[in-house]
């Protein structure tokens, strides 16, 4: 099957899941990470034939973020992506690869990424939720979920530990900056330091603001 072929069916079936009512999890978002993913792809010389599936069906199951069961929705998700598979003919081959990269891709199910292209669709995943993009979905997330912005004390948690259940801008330092030191492929961590330096940045332009 062509690439071509087999993103113009992927994409039909994100399409079709992806509701919008969630902003930091729409369809695209779905089309960053594959983008990121083929270009990481393409450097770390990764099979694409994993990579692509994997990155466009990484969410199959989309779990609210405040749900319990968010932590564990990789794995329904890869379960899922496997039977759609079967539905288009993509070879059998490649179903347990893409699996793991499904499975692995979630930073909260914490399973260890045992393959490139595993830590390669991780990566994309990760580098979405970073720099001037991933301010945007955590500005949307906390919409969702009426969250306000910052704590007028110490908005920026300095003397005091991060609690993004309370806070967004604790998001930042609660997970997002740790974020960028858990990519695992070199172009990717060499991406991720763009994007935290775009991250910091902005907050000292809103600390100038807030002032």
Known sequence: ???????????????????????????????????TAKKLCLVENARLEIVLPAAWLHDFVIIPKNDPRRKQASQPSAEAAIQFLKTIDYPEKYFS??????????????????????????????????????????????????????SEEDPFCSGRSADDSQFTIDHFFAKLFKTSETLKTKSGREEGIKRVETMKKYLFDFDSEIQ
């Not at 979405?128 to 955590?138: E, M, N, Q, T, V």
């Open 1 to 35: 099957m062509r690439s071509e072929d087999l993103e113009n069916k992927l994409s039909r079936k994100i399409s079709q899941i992806t509701l919008g009512e969630d902003p930091a999890h729409d369809f695209l978002h779905f089309k960053r990470v594959v983008r």
């Open 97 to 150: 690869d893409i699996a793991h990269a499904i499975e692995a891709h979630s930073f909260s199910a914490d399973v260890e990424t045992k393959t490139l292209e595993a830590k390669i669709v991780q990566d994309a995943d990760r580098l979405d939720g970073l720099g001037a993009i991933g301010i945007a979905r955590c500005f949307a997330t906390a919409g969702l979920l009426r969250r306000p912005f910052y």
